[in-house]
């Protein structure tokens, strides 16, 4: 099933609200992949903070970019994140 990315909001802690076509909204967090290859340079916040969309997918103002299967298949539903109380 391959599900593009329709809109994109960075949050703290290097985690990112996805919101797919089927209008499904996920939580990606990067941080696991930031020692990693080309995206470490998304460590520097204000970069990680330019991701936006393109196409059906993202990129951040360095022309990283990101797969949606892959982005769809690490994420976590919006409402099956755990809640601290």
């Known amino acids: 099933m391959y599900l593009g990315i329709i809109n994109v909001k960075p949050l703290d802690a290097y985690k990112l609200l996805l919101t797919f076509e089927n209008n499904e909204t996920r939580v990606l967090d990067m941080s696991p992949y930031l020692d990693k290859?080309?995206?470490?340079?998304?460590?520097?916040?204000?970069?990680?903070?330019?991701?936006?969309?393109?196409?059906?997918?993202?990129?951040?103002?360095?022309?990283?970019?990101?797969?949606?299967?892959?982005?769809?298949?690490?994420?976590?539903?919006?409402?099956?994140?755990?809640i601290n109380t």
């Open 37 to 82: 290859g080309l995206y470490k340079q998304l460590k520097d916040v204000s970069l990680f903070k330019t991701v936006k969309i393109s196409f059906d997918t993202i990129e951040w103002a360095n022309e990283i970019d990101l797969c949606p299967e892959f982005a769809y298949k690490k994420s976590i539903p919006v409402n099956k994140i755990p």
